[in-house]
Structure formats: structure tokens, C-alpha cells
């Protein structure tokens, strides 16, 4: 059976989505393109939301990259409604057999059982307690979030047994957890991190089409550390030549709001994501969509991407030296280079569980 060319997907239908192309995954053998024959124009439905539920065998992921401040996390979905097109994330995607195009931002698939696994995980006599990491892979705080509530399911677990977590999110829908959050905080268990990528408004809406405005996630950065939570503000992934020059506004603007320290990251784009990527320049940013490829190759040694380990978060060369050196100043400068505290394991606790025989003593 032969694949068929890409058909384009009309810009009418995918409004509000970031990928340009569904294009069949690297694990698809065959992919079938039908037509009626008829050469006039069909009206055809936007492109909705379908949501899928796989029951969870485990939920913690263990992890042994030296890039990473953690070894565990958790994610209650796959696939992620924000659409955000530079995501590094979409290529697991092609794993369940659908496109890390628009399949990713429109076909999720949710873990419904996800907190009693954790809970189940938590208990064993085997387990050994570190901070566990949400948002690594998909935004636990995307819309699904709202009527599905796996986040809050898992954080009232963890708050059961004082486990330490550190959350990642674009997401303003953290501060409904704040009754959760809040007291976590007091006690060293959590630490936030807040993804701004831009500060301009339309930027971010071609980019991160269902992700909060810039504005609104500082307002988030605000309520949080208001209410005792500390937040990192997350300046990732720096786009060179379209929103590297806002890495010190994005900073000031986050150390305004109350953010106590800052981390950035340079754009990286694995295996199907230079392809969606360069659509998306094509399409949103033609202008600069050379210059902005020309910098980033000029970062990997002539690629688009490098896997090593220790570079492909930062790059090398003069420009990535540049925006490292722009960024530790900045940060230096707004007081946001400072330690923070480690989340504290030491709490950690396996609480009563039903059907426990009580002690005697």
C-alpha cells in the first residue's frame, strides 16, 4: 500500500490549533488518502477536541538524563490542547500510532485511574521519596484539565503522603489549586515553574494558541507567590531571532509578579519537530524564517537539532554563549540567580490506608 502525498489542511478548519500539517507518524506503515471524485469544494467542520482514556499500568517515569534536576514524573495525559507548535513533546506522539501534527493538540488521551496508581506506587515498601516532577512531557494544567481534574486528583495523593513536587505549566488554572498548593509550600513540598516564551500577545497566540495570554501567566506568577508558593520563572524556549530579544523584559517582567528565581532554555526542535517548526515559520513568519533556522543550525554544529547530552538544551557557539551571558547578567541583576531551598523529603509519610489493621502500640 503506498502513502499518499500530504494534503493541506485548510487554515479555516485548524483555527486556534498550532501545527500547519498531520502528517503520518514515523511508526505509521501505510496512510490512506480517500476523494469522492468530485471536484467541488466541501465545507468541511473545524477541527474539535477528541479525547481518549487508557487505564494506567504505572504512573511515576523514571528517568536517568543528566540534563534534568529530576529522575521522576508523572503525566495524567498525553497529547497537549495548548498546541504550543515548538513543543518537544509531540514526537511521542507517533508511539500511539498518530501524527505529532495537529493529533497531538486534538487527539489526547487521559489516565482516569492515574492517582490511585500513585497512591499504589507511593505505598510500596520499595519506594525511596524524591520530588516528583508534573509537566515534563504535557501541560498537566491544559484545558482537559478542567472537566477531567487528574491533576488535582494526583496533588491531593501527594499532599497525603508530604511528597515533594515540583510542577511545570503554562497553564492559570494552577491558581484553583491553591488550597492544595498553598499548604504544600508552607511546609517546603512544591515549587512552580512558569513557562513565558513572549510577551507579546499575537506572538504568542500563533505560537501557543490555547496556552493563557503572556500577561495572564504573570498573573499567575503573582497569585501563586502571593499565597506562599515560589515560582521560577521559565524564559523556554528562547526563539533566536524572534523572541531573544525580549529575554530581559520576559525576566524583569517575571521578577515584577514575584518570581524568586529563573531558568531558560533555547529552542530545540527533535525528530518531526523541525519539520512542523519550519511550517509554521513559513506560514506565520516568513520573513525571518532564514534567519531564525540559520541561528539555530549555527547552535548544533549545521543541524537542526543535537541530542548530546549537556548541549541540546543550550547550544554552543558565539550566539548561544551570547544569550547565556545576557541571561546570567539579567538574572544577576533582578536577584534571580540565587539557590533555592531543595524540596524537602524528609516529611514524607505513607498515611493509613483502608483496610489497615490497626496497632496496638
Same mark, same amino acid.
Not at 502528517?23 to 473545524?46: H, K, N, S, T
Not at 495524567?76 to 505529532?100: K, N, T
Not at 511546609?187 to 513565558?196: A, D, H, P, Q, T
Not at 513568519?285 to 547552535?299: D, F, S, T, W
Given at each position: ?18 501545527? /500547519?500539517?498531520?502528517? =503520518? ?42 540534563? $534534568? ?19 518537544? =513533546? ?7 500510532? @498518530?501524527?505529532?501534527? $495537529? ?11 492515574? !492517582? ?13 521519596? =524524591? ?18 481534574? $487528574? ?7 501527594? !499532599? ?35 513557562? /513565558? ?51 530581559? !523584559? ?30 509554521? $515559520? ?16 549555527? @547552535? ?12 541540546? @538544551? ?35 509519610? /505513607? ?11
Amino acid at each position: 500500500m503506498l502513502m499518499s502525498p500530504e494534503i493541506p489542511i485548510d487554515q479555516a478548519r485548524r483555527r486556534a490549533r498550532g501545527a /500547519v500539517s498531520n502528517q =503520518a507518524g514515523r511508526f505509521d506503515l501505510a496512510r490512506v488518502e480517500e476523494a469522492d471524485g468530485w471536484d467541488i469544494p466541501e465545507l468541511r467542520p473545524g477541527i474539535g477536541t477528541e479525547v481518549r482514556e487508557e487505564v494506567a499500568r504505572s504512573a511515576i517515569t523514571f528517568n536517568r538524563s543528566p540534563d $534534568l534536576p529530576f529522575d521522576r514524573s508523572l503525566n495524567a495525559y498525553r497529547g497537549c490542547e495548548h498546541g504550543c507548535i515548538y513543543c518537544f =513533546a509531540r514526537p511521542s506522539h507517533a508511539y500511539l500510532g @498518530m501524527s505529532p501534527g $495537529l493529533d497531538f493538540e486534538t487527539r489526547l488521551v487521559a489516565k482516569p485511574q492515574v !492517582a490511585e496508581v500513585l497512591r499504589r506506587e507511593l505505598s510500596g515498601k520499595r519506594y525511596r521519596v =524524591a520530588p516528583l516532577a508534573l509537566g515534563t512531557n504535557t501541560d498537566p494544567y491544559q484545558p482537559v484539565e478542567r472537566d477531567r481534574g $487528574l491533576t488535582r486528583a494526583v496533588l491531593e495523593v501527594l !499532599a497525603e503522603f508530604d511528597h515533594p513536587v515540583a510542577i511545570v505549566t503554562k497553564g492559570a488554572m494552577v491558581e484553583r489549586d491553591l488550597d492544595i498548593l498553598a499548604p504544600m509550600a508552607a511546609k517546603g513540598l512544591v515549587r512552580v515553574g512558569i513557562s /513565558v516564551t513572549t510577551l507579546e500577545p499575537g506572538l504568542a497566540r500563533r505560537m501557543e494558541p490555547r496556552a493563557p495570554v503572556p500577561a495572564r501567566r504573570l498573573e499567575a506568577i503573582r497569585r501563586l507567590t502571593q499565597a506562599g508558593v515560589p515560582v521560577r520563572l521559565m524564559a523556554s524556549p528562547m526563539v533566536p531571532a524572534l523572541t531573544d530579544h525580549e529575554l530581559e !523584559a520576559i525576566l524583569e517582567a517575571g521578577a515584577e509578579a514575584g518570581a524568586d528565581a529563573a531558568s531558560g532554555i533555547m529552542l530545540r526542535l527533535p525528530r518531526e519537530v523541525s519539520e512542523l517548526w519550519q511550517e509554521w $515559520l513559513a506560514e506565520h513568519e516568513p520573513g525571518r524564517a532564514a534567519r531564525v533556522m540559520a541561528r539555530l543550525r549555527e @547552535m548544533h554544529g549545521g543541524r537542526d537539532y543535537d541530542p548530546r547530552w549537556g548541549h541540546r @538544551m543550550r547550544g554552543e557557539g558565539e550566539y548561544a554563549r551570547l544569550i547565556a551571558q545576557r541571561f546570567r547578567a539579567a538574572a544577576k541583576r533582578l536577584g534571580l540567580d540565587r539557590a533555592v531551598p531543595p524540596l524537602r523529603c524528609d516529611l514524607f509519610k /505513607v498515611p493509613p490506608q483502608k483496610g489497615d489493621q490497626l496497632s496496638l502500640f
